[in-house]
């Protein structure tokens, strides 16, 4: 169990971060392939597919990010840390971290991993140990995360507006209390399920950023000097009712009412076809209606538009999906 002391001040500071980071993921995502789901809290749906068709293959996929994965947990401060979500920057500042930083974190995994020659190079903090780490981990996302990343961005999405939501109806308060499935409030401590040690962690004003992630099964928290803590928190997990379609089929129609169930997760109009299995003109048809009828929203972005639900369509999905 985490315990989290807050003061006033700390509760006036809590921010949580739009998106995932993409480098944190990637060394969640290693690691997942490499134990699978192990931690407190239920892995995501559909992941256990994912690493079945992947996993065989992570150590030429990984490179040395599969060596840079702590055996006894945790992980390296580079990846909890970068200040930006975006791989390229992030890979950048973890290769950019000066030696001694580097050495240190190194020096913390088992000596089987320490004495790999990649490692030794990064350990010392060369140019080529350098040029490995982002060259590996650049081609591990490309490889093997970038067909999850837009699934990824729209569970955020979907994240952000559910937090977004819990804030304006119940406050902080309310966002500690819901954030995550066995976590819960008792002002001014928040326990946070952890396989870890019992550990208190004072914030002494510093703030909170909450970090969410596809990947992460355990939570993670780290500081740097004069910032605020860092919190990794897993993305919220829809149960994904199947029934949508046969209990709203009657008032919205079959299909209508199966577009409106496939944006339980925010998608563009061509997402949402392949995800019901029609064409593109019928999914854009469907999606005015809903629209229309005040149960998705849909937004430009860039040229595609992305539907989302609103309150009254989840609401509508989860009454209509609701066991009797």
């Given at each position: 169990m985490l315990r989290i002391h807050f003061t006033e001040a700390?509760?006036?500071h809590i921010t949580i971060a739009p998106v995932p980071n993409a480098l944190l993921e990637a060394a969640l995502s290693v690691r997942y392939l490499r134990t699978g789901p192990t931690g407190t809290v239920r892995p995501r749906p559909g992941l256990t597919q994912w690493r079945k068709a992947v996993a065989r293959s992570v150590a030429p996929r990984a490179g040395v990010l599969l060596d840079l994965d702590p055996r006894q947990g945790g992980l390296l401060d580079f990846f909890i840390h970068p200040p930006t979500p975006e791989l390229r920057a992030g890979i950048e500042l973890a290769a950019a971290t000066p030696a001694e930083e580097l050495s240190a974190e190194i020096a913390f995994l088992d000596c089987r991993a320490r004495e790999t020659v990649q490692l030794r190079e990064l350990a010392?903090?060369?140019?080529?140990g350098r040029q490995i780490l982002a060259r590996d981990t650049l081609r591990y996302f490309d490889s093997t995360l970038a067909p999850l990343w837009p699934q990824m961005q729209s569970t955020a999405v979907a994240d952000r507006a559910l937090r977004a939501e819990t804030v304006l109806r119940g406050g902080v308060d309310a966002l500690l209390a819901t954030l995550v499935p066995g976590w819960y409030w008792q002002s001014p401590t928040w326990h946070v399920s952890s396989s870890c040690?019992?550990?208190?962690?004072?914030l002494g004003g510093q703030g909170l950023t909450l970090v969410p992630s596809y990947f992460a099964l355990d939570p993670m928290y780290m500081r740097r000097p004069d910032q605020p803590w860092i919190l990794t928190y897993p993305l919220h997990?829809?149960?994904h009712p199947t029934h949508a379609a046969d209990i709203l089929g009657p008032l919205l129609g079959r299909t209508r009412a199966a577009v409106l169930a496939s944006l339980r997760h925010p998608a563009t109009t061509t997402e949402t076809a392949d995800r019901v299995g029609i064409s593109a003109s019928s999914a854009s048809e469907h999606t005015t209606i809903l629209r229309n009828a005040g149960l998705i929203t849909t937004t430009r972005t860039g040229t595609a538009v992305l539907h989302a639900l609103t309150p009254l369509g989840t609401a509508l999905l989860h009454?209509?999906?609701?066991?009797?």
């Open positions: 700390d509760l006036r010392d903090g060369t140019s080529k040690d019992p550990t208190d962690v004072y997990a829809d149960e009454n209509g999906t609701r066991p009797t």
